[in-house]
T-cell receptor, first 109, second 114 residues
Framework: KNEVEQSPQNLTAQEGEFITINCSYS?????LHWLQQHPGGGIVSLFM?????KKHGRLIATINIQEKHSSLHITASHPRDSAVYIC???????????WGAGTKLIIKP | GAGVSQSPSNKVTEKGKDVELRCDPI?????LYWYRQRLGQGLEFLIY????????KSGLPSDRFSAERTGESVSTLTIQRTQQEDSAVYLC????????????FGEGSWLTVV
């Protein structure tokens, strides 16, 4: 079992839909990251959080430390949101980031 | 510089040749990471630096791979006797500290071994 699991692996939705991507982890963490990678492009950090909720524009990230679960939400989705969204965790025990496999999101106009 | 800078951005090399990839992290960032990403696949951790020290080299795929960092700045990833399976994008990232800090990625060095 992977230490960081993302779901779904692939998601296709219509423009305007509310999007949720989930990340579950099985290790103790000090922080969780959400990142975005556009096709052929670089990786951009969206959020880093260790508790509660953060919002940036149409993106919202939440984390429940007790349940070892985080969600990334996109409101009023747009085709430019099409990308791979990656969850990664900073482990308590060492300094190696553990990466999820990514969720490929396609938003159709 | 303002962001993480990597060079070259693209490199085509013949099988068996050595290549050197360079990463300039954001100024003041003590932590530096190297990752590999093959086409259509996820990130593969290679190595991290805290300052110029690399405590864990277990992610390097083989002894053909080596990395060093001078002070708390430039890092180089060297691949000796390149093989076709080394073809990938090599991504460098940096953060202010090793844990609990935002990670900033470079645009990557695209390596093609022919």
């Amino acid at each position: 079992k992977n230490e960081v699991e993302q779901s779904p692996q692939n998601l296709t939705a219509q423009e305007g839909e509310f999007i949720t991507i989930n990340c579950s982890y099985s290790v103790g963490i000090s922080a969780l990251h959400w990142l975005q990678q556009h096709p052929g492009g670089g990786i951009v950090s969206l959020f880093m959080l260790s508790s509660g909720k953060k919002k940036h524009g149409r993106l919202i990230a939440t984390i429940n430390i007790q349940e070892k679960h985080s969600s990334l939400h996109i409101t009023a989705s747009h085709p430019r949101d099409s990308a791979v969204y990656i969850c990664a965790v900073d482990m308590d025990s060492n300094y190696q980031l553990i990466w999820g496999a990514g969720t490929k999101l396609i938003i159709k106009p | 510089g303002a962001g993480v800078s990597q060079s070259p951005s693209n490199k085509v090399t013949e099988k068996g040749k050595d290549v050197e990839l360079r990463c300039d992290p954001i100024s003041g960032h003590t932590a530096l990471y190297w990752y590999r990403q093959r086409l259509g696949q996820g990130l593969e951790f290679l190595i991290y630096f805290q300052g110029n020290s690399a405590p864990d080299k277990s992610g390097l795929p083989s002894d053909r791979f080596s990395a060093e960092r001078t002070g708390e700045s430039v890092s180089t990833l060297t691949i000796q006797r390149t093989q076709q399976e080394d073809s990938a994008v090599y991504l460098c990232a940096s953060s202010r500290q090793l844990s609990g800090n935002t990670i900033y990625f470079g645009e990557g060095s695209w390596l093609t071994v022919v």
